[in-house]
């Protein structure tokens, strides 16, 4: 069974950081693109960044371009995603997705798993 686990989230002060991580169990993902999303209460789930299979490729939503960075070991099977200078409008649940092939894409449905989601609660 697959399995993706954020942790990392919590609350954080504006200007502040965090570093989320997913741990993925069940298949390895090393020949997979994976990313990360973020669904903001009553808002529509978006793309937040993703990672090629080899690290080599790194695309970033435009909100979160140069604060956040999208990361992944592959011999660990676990995607990061560290975020600084952080804003109240990145409060969200965040959500680790990995596909089924190397294609990266910014779409949910690019992607085949998906963890339960971690709390960020940036405050003011």
């Known amino acids: 069974q697959v399995q993706l686990v954020e942790s990392g989230g919590g609350l954080v002060q504006a200007g502040g950081s965090l570093r989320l991580s997913c741990a993925a169990s069940?298949?390895?993902?090393?020949?997979?693109?994976m990313g990360w999303f973020r669904q903001a209460a009553g808002k529509e789930r978006e793309f937040v960044a993703a990672i090629s299979w080899s690290g080599g490729y790194t695309y970033y939503a435009t909100p979160v371009k140069g604060r956040f960075t999208i990361s992944r070991d592959n011999a660990k099977n676990t995607v990061y995603l560290q975020m600084n200078s952080l804003k109240p409008e990145d409060t969200a649940v965040y959500y680790c997705a990995a596909g089924s092939s190397p294609v990266v894409g910014r779409a949910t449905y690019d992607y085949d798993y998906w963890g339960q989601g971690t709390q960020v609660t940036v405050s003011s």
């Open positions: 069940g298949r390895t993902f090393s020949s997979s693109a």
